[in-house]
């Protein structure tokens, strides 16, 4: 496999950006195989996302972020340099519906997801098998409802125990309290079986066809404080109609789930998402 560097920018739009960049990377013999720039004009914000031929500029990442910082500052610049031989450590939390998680763990199996699994945490013992199967640690940590702080300190001491880079939640049916959501910002994945903001919270493909909709939906979003409004990755959709019963709805979504899920993980580890507030700029 290809090693690259990944050079992720957000900064106060203004002329010059791109060619300042582009410059200082060829002035180093660096060669670009993939550019992605978009200009907001309504935020007046500017994101970038280059990959780097590591090769070709004959530095280290440290000397290149070195080189880099006074580029940076000028431009007031946030930014990130990525080596893609550092593969990102993923933890992946679920309860007791499987489909999610099957299908990341084939996907990672087959290569297609970069990155290491270091665990899965559960509330239940369900999925121990599979992750053993898979030679995956499993940590079953059930959430006492009479004391669910003291449970997700313990999920929390068990995500850094694993150096945990990024957390997917894989169909977890708890809601996680403010303070990891703050501590984990920008890294918790979350499936939500519904085109959100519409039906958010429980039972969403009920609540659908209860309304009656004609399109069902899954969406990827990362997680905040707030409930299924965290800035979306990904969503996806399915055609329904009159004849489908909620029993229906929930199989087909199940596909949608799966799908949009296993997207966003890949290009969050890709760093193909930018979050610009409560938005996303996704260079998928």
């Known amino acids: 496999m290809s090693h690259y560097y990944r050079l992720v920018v957000s900064c106060p739009d203004q002329v010059g950006i791109v060619a300042r960049v582009s410059s200082f990377i060829a002035q180093h013999g660096g060669s670009i195989t993939e550019a992605s720039q978009h200009s907001d004009l309504q935020t007046g914000r500017f994101f970038m996302r280059y990959e780097i031929l590591a090769d070709s500029i004959g530095m280290s990442a440290g000397e290149l972020e070195e080189a880099f910082a006074p580029i940076a500052a000028t431009f007031d610049m946030q930014w990130a340099l990525v080596d893609t031989q550092k593969r990102r450590n993923v933890v992946i939390m679920v309860s007791r519906e499987s489909h999610c998680l099957v299908d990341l763990l084939y996907r990672w199996q087959a290569g297609e ?27 079953h940590i059930a ?3 009479t004391n669910k702080q003291a449970s997700f300190d313990a999920v929390q001491a068990q995500i850094e125990a694993l150096d945990a880079d990024c957390i997917v939640l894989a169909r977890y049916m708890q809601i996680l309290p403010p303070a990891l959501c703050e501590h984990y910002a920008g890294q918790i994945i979350n499936i939500h079986h519904s085109f959100l903001p519409s039906f958010a919270g429980a039972k969403p493909y009920h609540q659908a066809y209860a309304r009656g909709v004609k399109l069902i939906g899954a969406t990827c979003h990362y997680v905040t404080e707030e409930l299924d409004a965290g800035p979306i990755i990904e969503q996806d959709i399915h055609r329904v109609s009159h ?23 890949r290009w969050h580890l890709e760093d193909r998402v930018l979050i610009d507030g409560n938005k996303t700029v996704v260079f998928g």
């Open 143 to 145: 959430v006492d409802p």
């Open 113 to 139: 997801l970069d990155c290491n699994i270091v665990g899965i945490i559960s509330n239940h013992p369900d999925m121990r098998a599979l992750s053993e199967w898979y030679e995956i640690p499993y940590f």
């Open 243 to 265: 004849c489908h019963t909620p029993a229906d709805l929930v199989r087909f979504g199940r596909d949608v789930e799966k799908s949009v899920l296993a997207r966003g993980l």
